[in-house]
């Protein structure tokens, strides 16, 4: 009976998150231009993973002058914390600057993806 009390708590821990997902706030919008060593370091699948764990839509993209732009979809809370991951970035990637533009969701994109 212990391993069904586990996998009980684990479908309850995994709805809790996607709970803390789905906040009824307003969704808005963060245009982001990430600067550094951003490219060929696996930069835009790490910011897909991040946005779709977080429940985010919108997309990422390389850029000819060697940034990376990203365009998402959210909670303001919650493109806050993905916020913070991108100024992380993967292992391998260093990131020198991450610049945003806020403003009102378009409701565009119904999932995260690479261009």
Not at 20 to 33: F, K, P, Q, Y
Not at 94 to 101: G, H, K, M, S
Request: charged content about 25%; overall charge neutral; hydrophobic content about 40%.
């Amino acid at each position: 009976m212990p391993g069904a009390v586990l996998a009980l708590r684990l479908v309850f821990d995994q709805w809790e998150g996607c709970a803390a997902m789905t906040d009824t706030g307003e969704s808005v919008r963060a245009r982001m231009l990430v600067s550094g060593r951003v490219q060929g370091v696996g930069y835009r699948a790490f910011t897909c993973r991040m946005a779709v764990a977080r429940g985010l839509t919108g997309h990422v993209e390389n850029l000819d002058s060697g940034q990376v732009a990203v365009d998402a979809e959210g909670n303001r809370g919650v493109l806050e914390e993905f916020l913070s991951d991108l100024k992380k970035g993967p292992v391998g990637s260093r990131v020198t600057q991450v610049q945003v533009e806020w403003s009102r969701a378009t409701g565009r994109s119904q999932d995260f993806t690479i261009k």
